[in-house]
Nanobody, 118 residues
Framework: QEHLVESGGGLVQPGGFLRLSCAASRFVLASYAIGWFRQAPGKEREEVSCITRSGTTTTYADSVKGRFTISKDDTKSMVYLQMNSLKLEDTGVYFC???????????WGQGTQVTVSA
């Protein structure tokens, strides 16, 4: 069974940056898009960003456009989410998932906590 593993979360001050990593198998990266999602306490999970399997198309939630960048390195079987200019409202558990951008995802990682706090 395929699985995804996130890493890179932590505690950061407002205005700071983090880079999240999602490790996946070569099969998954070649077959599926990878999305990043986040869930804040008491809120629904939201899609933050997505990258197609070819890497040629990326999407972002309005709340992170211009601050977050998704990328993938097929040689390392990794997908990254570079998060800059972090805000308090970016706090949450971040998950990566395999599926199809805008359609659905069915393989999820365990999540990594991101806390933005002064």
């Amino acid at each position: 069974q395929e699985h995804l593993v996130e890493s890179g979360g932590g505690l950061v001050q407002p205005g700071g940056f983090l880079r999240l990593s999602c490790a996946a198998s070569r099969f998954v990266l070649a077959s599926y898009a990878i999305g990043w999602f986040r869930q804040a306490p008491g809120k629904e999970r939201e899609e933050v960003s997505c990258i197609t399997r070819s890497g040629t198309t990326t999407t972002y939630a309005d709340s992170v456009k211009g601050r977050f960048t998704i990328s993938k390195d097929d040689t390392k079987s990794m997908v990254y989410l570079q998060m800059n200019s972090l805000k308090l409202e970016d706090t949450g558990v971040y998950f990566c998932a395999a599926g199809f951008c805008g359609l659905g995802f069915d393989t999820w990682g365990q999540g990594t906590q991101v806390t933005v706090s002064a």
